[in-house]
């Protein structure tokens, strides 16, 4: 984003506003200089219920910012909005996040632990990621694959996204990565896409079980699952969770395959 920052001393009042990289705040053991976090920021639990709370990832409350005078605020380009960061960036020092790929996480992660001196944590926590994934056995051969964000209108992951990466690290071919980042769907072209696998994302459009009939109509040959979003999403400490759980969804993928 062509901006850069310098920070004299380790910052003491953080304010995070991004849910995954709040959590990656608390896994590097900074829940003491976080005083900030948006209302969508909910790992881990209990911690993030202590903050206060400066609005949503792309609705700042300015005013409430202001109160806390952090020394860092940190944000990321897809997750918040340009204007809200630029009105930031005149008063603060804020540093921005870029993500599309696993690289791109863990680089975020060893440049958080430089800026808030946790490089030894960080290190740790980026070869645990790095172990997790090089033991993901994707599928083979891969599975045309959609998956779906949102409902009313149909939106699905396209390309230049931690989704799209993530997908195509199981070996789930994603059929829209042709399209732009978040595509609307109509139920026509998701026919002609003719997948052979659907997932709907337990969020930002929390897709339960009873949706699965609804897409079966659409695509009766498709199989089809509801999913956890943060799994496939989060690139923060998360990532932690993310091989055991994607290496779930390739077996029962593989399983139903067979039969």
Request: hydrophobic content about 35%; some cysteine.
């Amino acid at each position: 984003m062509g901006n850069s920052i310098k920070l004299e001393h380790p910052p003491q009042r953080i304010v995070s506003l991004v849910p995954s990289q709040t959590e990656l705040l608390f896994g590097l053991g900074l829940g003491d200089r976080i005083v900030g976090v948006t209302k969508f920021c909910i790992h881990p639990k209990e911690q993030v219920k202590q903050k206060t709370k400066i609005g949503g990832t792309k609705n700042f409350k300015f005013d409430v910012i202001d109160q806390l005078q952090p020394d860092l605020i940190i944000g990321n380009k897809e997750e918040n909005y340009k204007e809200g960061i630029e009105q930031l960036q005149q008063k603060y020092k804020v540093w921005m996040s870029d993500i599309h790929t696993l690289d791109d996480a863990l680089q975020m992660l060893q440049q958080v632990g430089q800026l808030t001196g946790t490089d030894a944590r960080a290190a740790e926590l980026e070869e645990s990621i790095k172990s997790g994934f090089e033991h993901l056995k994707p599928l083979q051969p891969s599975i045309k694959t959609a998956y779906f964000i949102w409902r009313k209108p149909y939106m699905a992951v396209g390309s230049h996204n931690i989704i799209d990466y993530m997908l195509e690290r199981c070996g789930f071919e994603n059929v829209f990565s042709n399209l732009s980042r978040y595509p609307e769907i109509t139920a026509k072209q998701l026919q002609l896409a003719n997948p052979q696998l659907i997932l709907l994302s337990s969020e930002p459009y929390p897709f339960k079980e009873k949706h699965i009939q609804e897409f079966q109509g659409i695509c009766p040959q498709a199989s089809i699952k509801v999913v956890d979003g943060e799994m496939f999403s989060w690139y923060g400490s998360r990532l932690l969770h993310a091989p055991a759980y994607l290496q779930q969804v390739i077996e029962q993928v593989k399983q139903e395959q067979k039969v």
